[in-house]
Nanobody
């Protein structure tokens, strides 16, 4: 049974930090590209950060570059999102996504249930 479970969200003041975790099971985690998305109220879901499966290449949305860091621990089947210098506009539900690609085409993907991040004083 596939499970993708995010944790680590919460309320933080502007300028603060949070680390989100996403624990996965039920599939070959090391073969999947892992992504963090977020969705703010009234807005579309947006891609925040990506880390590939083998080379561990990372990519970020312009709005979070230099502030957020994505990493993965394949031994623990977990991906992380370290968020520093948080801003009120980072407030959103953050979702973890696992996607398996073959020749660049999506074959299978899984989503977590999301974790709320609120940045407010």
């Amino acid at each position: 049974q596939v499970q993708v479970v995010e944790s680590g969200g919460g309320l933080v003041q502007p300028g603060g930090s949070l680390r989100l975790s996403c624990a996965a099971s039920g599939f070959t985690f090391s073969s999947y590209v892992m992504r963090w998305y977020r969705q703010a109220p009234g807005k579309e879901r947006e891609l925040v950060a990506v880390i590939t499966s083998i080379s561990r290449t990372t990519n970020y949305a312009e709005s979070v570059k230099g502030r957020f860091t994505i990493s993965r621990d394949d031994a623990k089947n977990t991906v992380y999102l370290q968020m520093n210098s948080l801003k009120p506009e980072d407030t959103a539900v953050y979702y973890c996504n696992a996607i398996f690609l073959r020749s660049g085409n999506p074959v299978t993907q899984y989503w977590g249930q999301g974790t709320q991040v609120t940045v407010s004083s």
